[in-house]
């Protein structure tokens, strides 16, 4: 379920930024958020667990789409994903 809203969340901020996101960027994200996922589902509360990860994935993508606004891209790209992570401290997302 995380992957659907993670993925209904980036569609949607990538509308509202007005950009797009690059196939393996994409790949990455996903996989990404297919570890977090299994994360969630190990946890004790994976309800309560899956909310923050929720949360923070939206977090996560804010760093994303500012790192594409820094460096004036028109897509997400690998190097904004790896900005994103680079800056991190956001429960499960840069756990993994």
């Keep these: ?3 659907e809203t993670c993925y209904r969340i980036l569609m949607e901020r ?6 797009g996101i690059e196939p393996f960027c994409l790949q990455d994200l ?3 958020i297919d570890q977090v996922e299994e ?11 899956s909310i923050q990860a929720t949360t923070g994935f939206d ?3 804010s760093r994303m789409i500012d790192e594409a606004r820094r460096t004036n891209a028109q897509s997400l790209f690998e190097g904004t994903l790896a900005a994103a992570r680079a800056r991190c401290g956001i429960l ?3 756990e993994v």
């Design 59 to 61: 977090q996560f993508l």
């Design 14 to 19: 990538l509308r509202s930024a007005r950009l």
């Design 39 to 49: 994360r969630v589902n190990a946890r004790p509360d994976p309800v309560e667990a």
């Design 30 to 32: 996903l996989r990404l």
């Design 1 to 3: 379920m995380i992957r």
């Design 92 to 94: 499960f997302w840069c």
